[in-house]
């Protein structure tokens, strides 16, 4: 597989992942670690199919359980503090604040050896994260705000995808089929969880249920393996330059379907956001 054709299968995963917003606002009521457990065990299955028919069962067997572990922390806690991001503010909020993962990924590459940082790096995060704090701001920060706890969750969701996608770079000798193993251990992981924390709380309709589907099936479940590839074979610069489209898509997709409001707040930090990591992006591809 040539380094284009890595690329060019990773940007899928951005293309997916700007409807997961859209998807995880049309499953509720679910609360979020059922909403994990479900979607995962349906990426599992997209997994194990594919494993099972590549005949590849033998390639997970000498991989160090830190590998796995690695990578089910990545997902399960990215998707839990996405999950409950999205029911504790709005999506629209909530998603542009998580969607500042391909920013950071940008500048944390540019901290790995043989990368450094510079001013294009940190004049983009201070544009990108200036467009995020107009968007917890709304005309004035309050701590009291009942979205705040959503959005400082949206935050952390950022952080855990970028550090993620950085250090699967760093492993680039191990095999994608892992990527269904970090998806099994998270449907299982996130059962106890939802037991210990929540209400069991079924989708009450048919769009709930196929917005359950489509997440496990696109966001939650492709995107994932080929994410993997992109980053561990493609050009890890070039994709993050893709990634900053999905805040903008992701934002039009919401307005589409009726559950966000067109504002000027909301459209000027979309703007800054992507303007911002293109900055970044493109002081990272001069270095």
Known sequence: ??????????????????????FTAGSEPVPPFLLNAMTFTIASIIGVIWVLARGRV???RPVPWTIYAFGTAGLFGY????YSALRLAPPAEAGLIAYLWPLLIVLFSGLLPGERLRTGH?????????????????GGLSLESAATPGLILAAFCALTWSSYSVLSRRMDDTPTEVVTVYCIATAILSVPAHLAFETTVWPDSNIAWLSVLALGLGPVGLAFYVWDIGVKR??????????????????????????AQVSWQLLVAAVLISFGAGIAAMASRDS
């Open 1 to 22: 597989m040539t380094r284009n054709t890595a690329t060019s299968i990773g940007f899928v995963a951005v293309l997916l992942w700007a409807l997961l917003a859209l």
């Open 58 to 60: 033998s390639v997970l």
């Open 79 to 82: 998707h839990a503090l996405y």
């Open 122 to 138: 940190i004049v983009g995060a201070l544009v990108s994260f200036g467009g995020a704090a107009l968007i917890v701001s709304r």
């Open 234 to 259: 493609g050009d890890i610069q070039l994709l993050g330059v893709a990634s900053y489209a999905a805040p903008l898509l992701s934002t039009l997709v919401l307005i589409a379907a009726g559950i």
